[in-house]
């Protein structure tokens, strides 16, 4: 007797609604049980990860922002994702569109112009498809692995963020610690609404999902991503030139990744600092499968995961739970979402040996 | 139209806010934010005793809650919030990245009270307190110059900001106060905890010839390392001696405990006003603890000499005459270094090998 793995033709209708509520029963299952396994009150566990965290409406704003760049990150991943481009330095851009809408944030200090916002934008963009031009270029010449020249270049960016705010751009009224001035007034994103952190970006990165879902599922070039996606070889047929899916999908990663930089410096950070993300450019690969490399998908998907950070952070102020505790359920949840889905695209059998085998 | 959505919405959250008020009323609640997990030694740990004391000194008169590992970035500002909206009086922010969000929170949260380490702005409510590690750094360089056999140090540092600058100065000035010829190499690994970095920067540094390694990180990696290859360290934060019993001279630590009681007094009589706060050896906030059964009474005495000089105000690590790398004298004969040029120190004195890392 083994277990043996069969794709899928058709899936049924009933198992695609049927297991995400299936996956979310197993996590809330295994999490009560976790959570009395540590002498926490289940119930109280996990009203403060679920509920706690968006009670109000300060906590909804703030459940917006944190899932901002986790959105816009995780839907330009998908664009390469589902064309078989595997960029995994969304980190490494987002540091990039920080740097270059941070630079020119800087440079017009004082100045304060009106053009400034709409040109950090631009440049949030731009500096993250620059950088993520350069593993495009590597990969469409060269044929180099992508998944480690982008991946190494999250690294450089990384550092070369750490040399400007520890050099040239420091603060030069800030004793010597590494930061920027913080930004002037036209270099800050507006609020959407005083007292909370909403800002401007939220409604971007909604009109970002609009924009990859006509992209993904609505444009000849989202039909020629998918297909070199899923079945390389009819691309090949068909006359689909490989180094024009490996552009497009590293350029929307650099850009929409370079976009959540230039947000977050410019909307809650409002400086340059060595740390401007705290890995959701990883976290993002995460969202993009978890959301199925669908847009809508990914909205969903982007806010759940900003709920679990958001709910780990109540649970430790409330019951006490470790971090830690908080990265198993977290991983718990993933897991079994992530396994349900691969469930509707595969069916399990037990075949029998067979004698000469 | 969205305007007005938005106004309303604003106050409704304002609304929503008093709900999150303590139940509670008698006790003060009090809050930390830690940057690093607690782990059994390091940084955030010598916070999480200063936390626990505080709830043994004043049992059932406070209740403290604490967040780990919460990153510099936008993540700290909702933290900070969070902790203030559940009721809690009195916040420590307890690493340099939350100094602005700590500032922002204070303005939302005017009768609440913050307090955040190693930074430099304030406000009506919000104070922040710092050590001068430099004075622990001189005496672990006494140490080091005594027990050192090649009068080489290693010394693994994070960044090459002030704070960690100084900190090299001291130690060689310490070092060279005892042996006027040591020296003391850096290697940088950029980051305040990376233990493998840490390690291997020791190592690096052993087989260039250092026999005592200094650091300014936070993990016991290189107490480990040291230990490994049979030379002596210097812990730095906690009491390391358990991660190299053969290897630990001695530990400069920080004890925050005296500070956060003194804090809390002054909060609970209604007294606190804010203030930049600096304590250092004559304030109990530096010890020396974990001696290793290696060093000889007579250089713990030499150290107690010079730990009683610095509380009468007669020794400072920074005390002339110092000279500069390039052997310019900074600070005459007799005078003292003022706060403010230690605070923005970006040079190395003699006795460092090797330049500083280009701006």
Redesign the interface.
Same mark, same amino acid.
Not at chain 2, 159 to 162: S, T
């Given at each position: 007797m083994r277990l043996r793995l069969e794709a899928r033709t058709e899936t049924a209708r009933w198992l695609v609604v049927a297991t995400p509520l299936l996956a979310a029963a197993l996590t809330l299952a295994s999490g009560i049980v976790m959570f009395a396994a540590l002498g926490y009150d289940p119930a109280k566990a996990l009203t403060s990860f679920f509920i706690k965290p968006i009670e109000n409406v300060y906590g909804l704003t703030e459940l917006a922002v944190k899932a901002t760049p986790l959105l816009l990150c995780a839907l330009g991943l998908a664009v390469g994702f589902r064309g078989g481009v595997w960029n995994i330095g969304a980190e490494g851009q987002l540091t990039m569109g920080a740097v270059a809408a941070g630079g020119l944030a800087l440079a017009f200090h004082g100045e304060e112009p009106g053009w400034l916002m709409p040109a950090m934008v631009l440049a949030g963009a731009l500096g993250g498809a620059a950088w993520a031009a350069i593993p495009a270029f590597l990969r469409a010449r060269f044929n180099t692995n992508e998944i480690l020249t982008s991946l190494m270049l999250t690294y450089v960016a990384v550092q070369f963020l750490g040399y400007l705010v520890h050099g040239p751009w420091r603060n030069p009224q800030g004793f010597n610690f590494p930061q920027s001035r913080d930004f002037g007034e036209a270099a800050i994103i507006p609020l959407l609404m005083e007292g909370t952190r909403l800002h401007l970006g939220v409604i971007l990165a909604g009109l970002a999902v609009f924009a990859a879902w006509l992209l993904l599922d609505r444009s000849h070039l989202g039909f020629q991503i998918r297909v070199s996606g899923s079945a390389p070889r009819a691309a090949a047929y068909a006359g689909y030139p490989v180094s024009r899916i490996v552009w497009a999908g590293f350029l929307a990663g650099g850009a929409m990744a370079g976009l959540a930089g230039m947000m977050e410096a410019a909307g809650p950070i409002g400086k340059l600092q060595p740390l401007i993300s705290p890995g959701y450019g990883f976290a993002a690969i995460i969202v993009a499968f978890l959301g199925r490399l669908n847009a809508f998908g990914i909205l969903l998907a982007s806010l759940l995961v900003a709920l679990l950070y958001l709910g780990g952070e109540t649970a430790q102020i409330d019951l006490k739970v470790p971090p830690a505790v908080t990265g198993v359920f977290q991983g718990l949840l993933l897991f079994f979402l992530l396994g349900s889905d691969f469930l509707t695209r595969y069916r399990v059998k037990l075949v029998r040996r067979a004698a000469a085998s | 139209m969205k305007l007005r959505i !938005?106004?309303a *919405? /604003?106050a409704?959250?304002?609304a !929503?806010?008093p *709900? /999150?008020a303590p139940a509670g009323a008698q006790e003060l609640k009090i809050?930390f934010v830690y940057v690093s997990?607690i782990g059994s030694a390091g940084w955030t740990y010598q916070h999480e005793l200063a936390r626990q004391h505080l709830e043994k000194t004043f049992a059932g008169k406070v209740k403290t809650?604490?967040?780990?590992?919460?990153?510099?970035?936008?993540?700290a500002?909702?933290?900070i919030r969070?902790?203030a909206q559940?009721g809690n009086k009195l916040v420590f922010t307890t690493s340099?990245?939350y100094m602005?969000p700590t500032i922002k929170v204070a303005q939302?949260f005017p009768n609440a009270i913050f307090e955040h380490a190693t930074g430099?702005k304030t406000a009506k409510n919000a104070g922040n307190y710092i050590i001068r590690f430099e004075e622990g750094r001189y005496l672990a360089g006494i140490v080091a110059g005594k027990m050192s056999k090649s009068g080489k140090a290693g010394y693994v540092a994070a960044?090459?900001?002030?704070e960690v600058i100084r900190g090299i100065n001291a130690f060689i000035l310490g070092m060279r106060s005892v042996n006027p010829n040591a020296t003391v190499s850096v290697v940088w690994v950029?980051s305040w905890y990376d233990p493998g970095k840490e390690r291997e920067a020791a190592e690096a540094l052993i087989a260039q010839g250092a026999d005592v390694i200094m650091q300014h990180t936070d993990s016991t990696a290189p107490v480990q390392a040291a230990e490994a290859k049979g030379v002596y360290a210097i812990g730095y934060h906690s009491d390391m001696s358990k991660f190299g019993p053969k290897a630990h001279l001695v530990a400069s630590t920080h004890n925050w405990t005296g500070y956060y009681q003194s804090v809390v007094e002054k909060v609970m009589k209604g007294q606190w006003k804010a203030e930049q706060y600096v304590g250092g050896i004559k304030e109990g906030m530096v010890v020396m603890a974990g001696w290793g059964p290696m060093v000889p009474d007579d250089v713990k005495k030499l150290v107690a000499e010079k730990e009683a000089a610095m509380k009468a105000g007669k020794l400072a690590p920074f005390q002339g005459p110092v000279k500069a790398q390039d052997g310019k004298e900074v600070v005459k004969a007799g005078a003292v270094m003022s706060a403010k040029d230690i605070?923005?120190m970006?040079f190395y004195v003699q006795g460092v090998v090797g330049a500083l890392p280009?701006?």
């Open positions: - | !938005a106004t *919405l /604003a409704l959250a304002i !929503a806010a *709900l /999150a809050g997990p809650t604490y967040v780990e590992s919460v990153p510099e970035g936008a993540d500002e909702r933290v969070r902790l559940e340099f990245g602005d939302a430099y960044f090459p900001i002030p950029s605070a923005n970006s280009k701006k």
